[in-house]
């Protein structure tokens, strides 16, 4: 009776309620799992009903600041204007920053949702018991990033409109170059998300180092809302080792100047290779920071 | 009518209770620095993080400027990096400067305190409430103060900051911080009071985070902004605090002239302090009657 009360609500069911997994079962128990997590995160989330103004409006308010900087100082038509387009090779330097810009908000709310929800399952004392019901523990942090999608694409499709609506922003689209790089994006993404969560299983005050990434290395070092070209070399040699700095470069060329799939390859070769070593070193992480905080018991202790 | 005796005795009373008060705020704010030394990172990010949120500031306002073209003063009546850099330091003394430490601040240490279930408690010893509220505070006030006077040093020294440095402007500039950081304060207990009330942080954020920094003028320049912001700019006194910061050492506002700008500040620093301890002490009254202080 508990049991299908539980998957009513659409909360994790015990492993010893479903049974063990055949290898042949195993992908489908694991789809299963994902759903499941994906769900109750949902229903977690409705708990607070000021997500839709949260999600609406933060991008643009984050973003906002810097674009008026960018209005205040370059202007149209203005002497600045003519030697930022000699720097960046956009005229359009307000989708110059937009595009990275949302990438980056986007990219921090996910990791920092996540995160927050499981330090949250932490502090209440959850997580250890969560963790321990799971087949597959891997699927509490994927399947609250599903769950999380629906959110993503609101949170970039608000964001877009806003920015359109105030500044007037233009996009010039390559459609098959826009949806490659979409599918690397949520990849890479999900793939920082993932590694990031990790570091809660084995750091307590991780949001800081959260944070830091978000800011300095989403924002400053991946050259969000300039050309890299402007920092030392030295620096740009690190700035090309954080995949955000090809991805940024790369949507802009997508989204503003119709660049085609055979102008960008090399570029989305390398971004793809990026996100596959992410995804390995996040795994391997996952795996490494969850057997340490069984061993030691930190898992259930805040 | 009361006796020489009689009044001593009062007098003295109250110098007892000004000395409980201040050593409540001290006791407080030393506990708040032991929970803090406990988050390492965090501590580091505290200490580092408004040199490391001036980062993309700069850079955005460097390639915004055409890469070091010089910029006409018309319209700031300074160079461009004189303009940002003033306007990052006055913001810094808000604490929300650096895009980086977000997440701090005495409404956050109380809304902790909260989730934890150490608050009703906290708030229920015998000690005057408001001694805790901004013993809670006293870090993020010490460490605001931190940053504004070593983004000052580091501007100074490193960034060529263009101001004139005369006793006068010193004087006037430190009286703006003064003003600054009691809005400041008074900023901490409303949204600590907005925080503790809808236990939301998001909402928090949404309703007087992200609007102060959106509409401050902290980084650009209010005239060359789109309406409705441009307007909404202008109710803001945050935007009149910090045009009376650059003013104070430049001598060029935006806004309105300088004495103007002071007045605004002056008004609205003792407004925010005057409003925000009415609000809390009138919502502790709700929650102590309705008991919503421990629940979450």
Known sequence: MREKQDRAAGAPVPRAATGPAGPATLPLAFLHELVIVARYSLIQQQRTPTWIFNTSLTPFFLMAPLLFMATSFLGPGGAALERFTLLTGYENYLGYMVVPLLDATMTSTVYSNIGHTIRQEQRTGTLERTLMTLQFPISLILGRSLGFLVFVFWFAGTALLLVWLVFGLRLDVDPISAAVLLLLHLLLVYGVAFLMTSLFLWITDAFAVQMLFSRFVLLTLAGATYPVSLLPDWLQVVARLIPFTWLYELERAALLQAAPLAAIWQGLLVLAAMVAVLWLAAVTLFNAMLTRARRTGMLGMY | ?296
């Open chain 2, 1 to 296: 009518m009361l006796s020489a005796t009689d009044s001593r005795a009062a007098q003295e009373r109250r110098w007892a209770q000004a000395g409980d008060f201040l050593r409540t705020v001290a006791t407080v704010a030393r506990r708040e620095l032991l929970v803090e030394l406990r988050q390492p990172n965090k501590l580091a990010l505290d200490l580092t993080g408004h040199v490391l949120g001036l980062a993309p500031v700069l850079l955005t306002a460097w390639a915004a400027s055409g890469a070091g073209l010089p910029q006409s003063a018309a319209v700031s009546g300074t160079d461009w990096l004189t303009f940002i850099l003033l306007g990052y330091i006055a913001f810094a003394a808000y604490g929300v400067a650096s895009p980086v430490i977000s997440f701090t601040g005495m409404a956050f240490a109380l809304h902790d305190e909260q989730i934890q279930g150490t608050l009703e408690r906290s708030l229920l010893a015998p000690a005057p409430r408001l001694a805790v509220v901004l013993g809670s505070g006293a870090y993020y006030t010490a460490l605001y103060l931190f940053h504004v006077v070593t983004l000052l040093l580091a501007s100074a020294f490193f960034l060529g900051l263009q101001v004139v440095w005369t006793p006068g402007t010193v004087l006037l500039s430190s009286a703006v911080l003064v003003l600054i950081f009691v809005m400041s304060v008074g900023l901490g207990i409303i949204s600590a009071a907005v925080l503790l009330t809808w236990k939301d942080t998001s909402l928090m954020m949404i309703l007087v985070h992200r609007p102060m920094l959106l509409l401050s003028g902290a980084y650009f320049l209010i005239p060359a902004i789109p309406e409705p912001f441009r307007t909404l700019a202008r109710l803001n006194p945050i935007a009149y605090a910090i045009d009376a910061f650059r003013g104070s050492l430049t001598g060029a506002t935006i806004l309105t002239p300088l004495p103007i700008d002071l007045g605004v500040l002056l008004l609205s620093a003792i407004g925010t302090l005057v409003a925000s301890l009415y609000l809390f002490d009138r919502l502790m009254a709700r929650w102590l009657r309705t008991g919503s202080l421990g629940l979450y």
